[in-house]
């Protein structure tokens, strides 16, 4: 049992800072029109879901031999069987989503899963892609809305590390203008600057194993001399 509840810290900490001011974020875009049940919320930076309405994001990511990144709620605060069950499916736990949720890595056979346990489980409550729309950060965003397609922008790209994603790096070389750091890994992602045209932003986010595009910000000096 120790062990368990070891891993579920751990992987608590693996949220880390995107995932950090992504649930900031979101907390203040739930309004007065909120359900009044928080945790009936899957707080991104985005936007927060409401797993007990219709999932309106659509544009969900592509496969490379079947696995992609997905998001799971379960049912209330999360106990290690639950962990045990969802890996059971040969789901790979990402990090944890606010509130009760998780981003996963997880196969076909794995996915049809999760849709199975949500349906009838008494612990797993939602199970649906993981959005394109889901990726790009509110900056970003507001910066694509406003401005013509084939601007220029400087993005901070992160991505799943895992054992495929050779293939990512190969093909994001081929949608950005320029890489302006190597890939860093940090726990169980790796995050590389680069120049990109807005124009490819969607390409980008549908990768597979893409989890967050932010516009970068450069450090400002203060008093600092």
Known sequence: MTNNH?????LLFLCGLFALLAVLVARTQVGAG???????????EAGPIETTEPYTHSATTTTRD?????????????EDAWLTAVEATGTELVHYV??????????????????????N???LRFSAPYASSL?????????QAEEEGNREIVVTIQM????????TEQLLDTLIIEQLTPWGQVLNYQNMRALISLSELERIATLPDVVRIEAYQAPQLMDEK
């Open 98 to 119: 606010a509130n009760y949720g998780y981003l996963v890595w997880a196969g076909e056979s794995s996915r049809s899963q999760l849709e199975h346990l949500a349906a």
């Open 135 to 143: 990726k790009s950060g509110r900056s970003l965003r507001m910066a």
């Open 121 to 123: 489980s008494d612990f």
């Open 160 to 167: 799943l590390h895992h054992d495929g994603r050779f293939e």
């Open 66 to 78: 079947g696995e992609a990144l997905h998001i799971i709620q379960f049912t209330g605060p999360i």
């Open 6 to 10: 070891s891993r579920h810290w751990h």
């Open 34 to 44: 909120a359900p009044a049940n928080e945790n009936d919320l899957l707080l991104f």
